[in-house]
Structures are given as C-alpha cells and as structure tokens.
C-alpha cells in the first residue's frame, strides 16, 4: 500500500540524513606541543593526535571533555617503555587529580588494534577508565584482547612521539596523585611534559614540515568517502520514489 511505501521511504531518507551527519562530524585532530624531548630542556615539538568517536565513543567523548578544560597543560610522560609505550593523563595538580579520579568511564568494545601510533586509556580493571591514556610506539595487538580499546592516533609528529624521555616504570604513580609535579620536578625532573593541547580548525592544516602516518588518509579523503556513501543513499532513495510514484500496491 501507498502508506507503507512511505514509511519505508522515511526510513531511507533518514537513514541519508544520519550518514550525513556522521560525515560532517568526522574525527577532530588536537594539536600537542611537548617540551623536553629526550630530557632536555628547550628542546620542544608538536604531534596532531585524530581522535575518533566511531571507534570509541565513550573514550573520544572523555579525550575532548579533558583537552576543553585544559587537562593537559604541564602533564608529564610518566611511564615510558622503549619499544611499547609513552603513558602520560595525571594532572600536575593533586586536586584535579581528586576531582577526575571518581569519574570513571565505562569500557568500550575493541574495534581498532593497539598498533604503532593508536592511544587508548589505561585502566586499572573493567570499566576503570579516567584520565590516564598512552601512545603505543610499535605493534602492541596483544593489548586488543586485553581490553585496550583505542580511541585515537597519531597521524602526524609520531617521530617526535618516539623522542619522548624514556623514564621506564620508575616515578611513583600513588605520589603523583598525592605530591603532583613537585614529585615530579624533583626527582624525575628530564621527563618530556604537555606545553598545551588544543582543538585544530576543521579547515586548519597539518603544519608543513610534519611527519604524517605512512597510511594516514588525509580529510579531504576521508571526506569524499562520506560524502561518496551520502549520495549513493540519496540516489537510491530518488530512485525508489521514481519507481513507485503513481503506482499502488
């Protein structure tokens, strides 16, 4: 019948609409500018970290609720492993470090691996997850079984990544909270720390100069692609109301 013709229509077009608007929301790059690379002071530089919400809402969500308050600013390379993993996310100041540690997220389903340049949080246990993340140096897919659902990845600076100070497991995680960055300026005072993180402009280029992911699909790539899934849903759905108007059932 006529009617249930025009649900099925309503259900195409807004299904058209929804791919739209998840094409137009697309990942968001923040730019990181860090300080101390391999221990030394002044020697800074700058990696774009492309968070993405389809792979791990809850976790992107948190990322841009920390980057929006300025979490970041002065947050040191805590746990670095050569040949795993740089982990950074506590707060220099014991007060905010109080106030994130009650809010923990939920975990979300593993839908990318934990290769070389992908961020996940850490976590301590299921659905632990608060404001501690790292940057995987190399392949690391063993974490995916684990649990380790990442949410983002660097796609440009991964080689100034790789410069960040290698401290190993030393510094104490329980007096970070407690003590801050005056635990550790003063014992741990080489570690490489967050100058500032900020939201790039959806029309902002990746600055020239920067080393991008060997695989890396730029924007404007990811962006036909939306747009190539948006018009093949509208055209079948112009095809439908062509072949029906006027006809009863």
């Not at 949410?151 to 995680?173: L, N, S, T, W």
């Amino acid at each position: 019948c006529e009617g249930r013709m025009a649900r099925l229509f309503a259900v195409i077009v807004c299904f058209s609409v929804f791919v739209a608007c998840a094409a137009a929301a697309g990942p968001i790059r923040v730019m990181f500018e860090v300080d101390k690379l391999r221990g030394k002071t002044g020697e800074t530089g700058r990696f774009v970290m492309e968070v993405h919400n389809d792979w791990a809402p809850l976790g992107a969500t948190r990322m841009m609720d920390l980057v929006g308050s300025d979490f970041f600013s002065q947050v040191r390379f805590f746990r670095v492993i050569d040949d795993f993993m740089a982990q950074f996310g506590i707060s220099g100041d014991p007060a905010i470090s109080a106030m994130w540690r009650t809010k923990t997220i939920k975990d979300d389903p593993v839908i990318q691996s934990n290769t070389r340049g992908m961020v996940s949080f850490a976590t301590s246990g299921p659905n632990s997850r608060t404001t501690q993340m790292f940057i995987n140096f190399v392949d690391n897919e063993r974490l995916d079984g684990m649990g380790f659902s990442p949410f983002a990845r660097v796609v440009a600076g991964m080689d100034v990544v790789d410069q960040i100070y290698k401290v190993g497991e030393a510094p104490d995680q329980g007096k970070i909270e407690d003590e801050g960055n005056a635990y550790l300026e003063k014992n741990f005072p080489q570690l490489t720390y967050i100058i500032s993180a900020r939201v790039m402009a959806a029309d902002e280029e990746i600055p020239e100069g920067m080393q991008m992911a060997v695989d890396e699909l730029d924007s404007s790539g990811a962006a036909t692609i939306s747009k190539g899934i948006t018009a093949t849903v509208l055209f079948f759905a112009l095809l439908f109301v062509f072949r029906f108007r006027g006809r009863r059932v």
